[in-house]
Structures are given as C-alpha cells and as structure tokens.
C-alpha cells in the first residue's frame, strides 16, 4: 500500500516469497525470522535509502507545508484507502465495519470535499485498518517467515502476498495517466514518511537493536491489527509456558512478596519498594 | 472563606489519596492529564529539552510504574538466571531506558488530545487494561495507548504500555533474550548500560 514504484514490484515481492520459504541457511535461530541474514541486509539497505532520500525530502515535506495542507493530503489518501478497507472488511465477515467504511467514503468525497476533510471520523464513523494480509491472518493464515523487502520495509510472508493483491487493487498506484500516477504515489510515500518522523526519534531512544526493535514491533502490530485491537493475552498466558516460570504463572511473580508481607504503604513508599526490593 | 474551603477540599483529596483506592481509570486519567498540562505549557520540553521532560516523568508519572514487574517481563525466561544482585541492576537500567523512551516522546507532543474509552472495574478485579487513544490534530488514525495495571496494596501500578498493540515492554523480549543467548546476563547489562549512556549523551547535548 505504501508504495513508490509499482513496475516490476509483484515479481519482486513473489521472488521474496519464494526466497523466504526455500531458505533457511541464513538462520540465526529465531524461528519467526528464519533469514534474519537477508533481512538485516535489506534493512540496512532501507534504512540508507531513508535516510540519503526519503527522510530529508519528508523533513523538508514538513518544513514547508503548513499543518492543515499535510492533513488534507492525509486525508485525501486515507480516503481512497477506504474504499478497499470496507472491501476487506467485507471479505473477513464485518459487515457493519464494511457498511461504516463505505459511510465514510460517500460523506468524504462529497461533502469532505474528495477526501481532503475527513467529517467522518468526526460524525463517529471510526477509521479502520485492513489489509489483504489482515484478512489472510483473520481466515486461519499464519504469518510465516518474517521479510524485509525493500522500500516496502517489514512484511510476513503472509503479508508479502497480502501487499501484492494490495498493490493490484490499489488505486492510486493503478491510475492513468502514469505521470499523475507516479507524482500521487511519490506524495503520498512522501506525506506518509513525514507522519511518522515523530515516531523516529523515539524508537531510537527505545531500540538496543534497531532491527530487532523494528521487527518485533511489526509482529506484535500486526498480530493486534488482525484481531482488531484485542489479541489474546500473551503476556503470561499459555501461549508461550515457557516464558515464565510456573509460579509466576500462578499469579504469585516474585516482586509481589513485598506487598503480600508487608503493610498496606502510602503510594510514595511503595513506589520505593518497587526499586529496593527486588528479590 | 475562599481560601479555607481550597485548604479543606485540599486535605480532603489529600486524605482519600491516601485512604482509599483510586479507580485505575482515573489514575491513568489525573496522571495524564496532569502531565499533558505541564507539557502544553513548557515550551523547553516541546522544543526538545530531554532532561526537563525527564525530570516531568520521574516526578509525576515514575511513582506510578512497577519497574520489577516490567523489567521480569521484558527479560522474560531469563529473569530466574539472574541473581538478584542482577535483578537489581536490570531493573534500574530498565527503568532509564524506560523513562528516556518516554520522556522522548513527550518532547515530540504537537496538540494531541486523549481519548478515555469507558472503563468498569469488576469486583475483585487485580488486572485490568485501561484504554486510552491518543487523538492527532487534524486526522489520521487515532493512536491506541493501553495501559496494564495490576492491584499492589492500596492503589494500583502500571507493569505494561502498548502503543497501538505493541507492548513497550515486551517488544524487549526477544532481543534481550538473543544477549542473554549470547552474552549471558551480564552481557545483557552492559548493553542496557551503554544504551543509556548513549541516551545521556544526546540528552546533555540538547
């Protein structure tokens, strides 16, 4: 969906495919990403493409436009998103999801003026995500190798044929004349880069590993996007056994001793607790 | 008059701050809404300066937090391998790392607002999620921020964040888990601890 170039992309994203399915030489152990070799490569690949290209022109992109002109181009391809968000919604079963989109889009273009005023969000007609590879992950598929693809970034496999039939429906990227086509998906990569350069520096804060930080923020992202913000609890459910011991399962983890033992604290010297005694 | 009636409803909150539970919504709520106050009108902090923000942090919203339980989460499996000489350290270097990555983002506010989706506590309950999103100026998708807490004697801590579904904590996991691997609990520590005096570094600079 985040596109720049649409020529020559579904073969390389199925080359990809194939490519994470076959491998398994560049393995560093983590089963979700059996070709971490590759992708660390690709990411490395993405990261200098950002930040000699993208990023400045998105810097700059911000710099220049005032606020309410990047929120209308937001809105404008938020809009036609739309339209294939209600389709998916539609193919995973929603049907009022499917029916609001579909709300949303006839109150934007019309009286949101082609998608630059988004009244529907403020009518109570909630923006939703879907995707191709939400709607695999809904019917039963599993997300499969971890992949960095260039330019599009961090994909499942399962996603990686999801972004396929993404790019195909999309409508932009599918519009005549290619020169208008080629300027709209230059600006809408452009506009979307610029909407995440807040969201840079703190992952920069935050990542020891900038990859791994990436990649398992992408799985845990897209595991919440599939059930619509409301996975299964994983922290310390039987999803994993084990990645807590037993007694922390049974709902005693150690650190809680101090409050079980102790006296009720005022909140001050509990958060004092908290630090000094680890047990 | 004016002035006696603020000192006793002072006393008052004062007192039921202490005596009785805050409900975790309202905790989630009074806090935010306190810093966002502070942070709209700090222009030091909305211009970048990291150490103000982090001052913010650790004065209004560190009390709040449980780090142990965060830390033995993000550290996971490997929490029993560490001593807790270990443990110790873990959970302090954690806690900076923690309060740097949310300091930073507090320093990128612009505007947002957040809304407080409704929220019920059932009887006995001892963890609960509280939902909040984080509503951008202009459009865009609203950002989900979630909030964990768990019961812990009088009031209530918060051991987890998500960010549209992605836990700040557990998003450690497998990367800390990969050092450990490799490089053993120590080698886990001296990580953290590098990290955050990289993190010092940039945050003097500004």
């Known amino acids: 969906m985040k596109t720049t170039q649409p020529v020559g992309i579904k073969s390389v994203a199925v080359a990809l495919v194939a490519a994470s399915l076959l491998s398994g030489c560049a393995s560093s152990g983590n089963p979700k990403d059996p070709i971490e070799g590759f992708n660390r490569a690709m990411f490395a690949f993405n990261e200098g493409l950002d930040s000699a290209i993208i990023k400045p022109v998105a810097t700059g992109y911000e710099a220049v436009l005032p606020s309410p002109v990047r929120t209308g181009v937001t809105n404008f391809f938020s809009n036609i998103e739309d339209v294939f968000i209600g389709v998916n919604n539609l193919l995973q079963g929603k049907v009022p999801e499917a029916v609001s989109d579909l709300g949303r889009v006839v109150i934007n273009t019309t009286i949101g003026l082609l998608g630059v005023i988004d009244f529907a969000s403020d009518a109570g007609l909630e923006k939703h995500d879907e995707d191709f590879g939400q709607t695999f992950g809904r019917w039963g598929v599993g997300n499969g190798a971890y992949v960095v693809i260039p330019v599009f970034g961090p994909r499942t496999a399962r996603d990686t044929v999801g972004l396929v039939l993404d790019v195909a429906a999309d409508p932009v990227a599918n519009h005549e004349p290619a020169r208008v086509r080629d300027l709209a998906l230059v600006l809408r990569l452009v506009n979307d880069r610029a909407n995440l350069l807040p969201a840079d520096k703190v992952v920069e804060e935050a990542a020891l590993d900038k990859y791994s930080y990436i990649r398992d923020a992408y799985l845990q992202r897209r595991r919440n996007l599939i059930h619509d913000g409301n996975p299964p609890r994983e922290r310390e459910a039987s999803a994993d056994p084990t990645d807590l011991p037993p007694t922390a399962q049974a709902g005693t983890p150690e650190p809680r001793a101090e409050v079980v033992s102790g006296q009720p604290v005022p909140a001050v010297l509990a958060a004092r607790t908290d630090t000094t005694e680890a047990k | ?206």
């Open chain 2, 1 to 206: 008059m004016k002035s006696l009636f603020a000192f006793f409803s002072g006393v008052l909150i004062a007192a039921t701050a202490m005596a009785q539970d805050i409900a975790p919504d309202v905790l989630i709520k009074t806090v935010s809404e306190e810093v966002l106050d502070i942070v709209r009108k700090d222009k030091d902090i909305q211009s970048g300066n990291t150490r103000k923000a982090i001052d913010l942090v650790e004065a209004k919203v560190l009390p709040h937090f449980n780090f142990t339980r965060m830390t033995q989460l993000a550290v996971a499996r490997n929490w029993r391998q560490a001593n807790s000489a270990q443990q110790q350290v873990l959970t302090n270097e954690f806690r900076l790392l923690m309060v740097r990555t949310y300091s930073k983002a507090l320093t990128e506010y612009k505007n947002q607002t957040i809304n407080y989706k409704p929220f019920a506590l059932k009887p006995g309950e001892t963890d609960v999620r509280v939902r909040t999103e984080i509503k951008q100026a202009g459009a865009g998708k609203n950002i989900e921020l979630d909030y964990y807490l768990e019961r812990q004697g009088n009031g209530w801590k918060v051991y987890d964040i998500e960010v549209g579904g992605v836990s700040l904590v557990t998003n450690y996991r497998e990367s800390f888990a990969t050092e450990v691997g490799k490089t053993g609990i120590d080698g886990l520590i001296k990580s953290l601890q590098a990290k955050n005096k990289s993190g010092e570094a940039t945050s003097v600079k500004k």
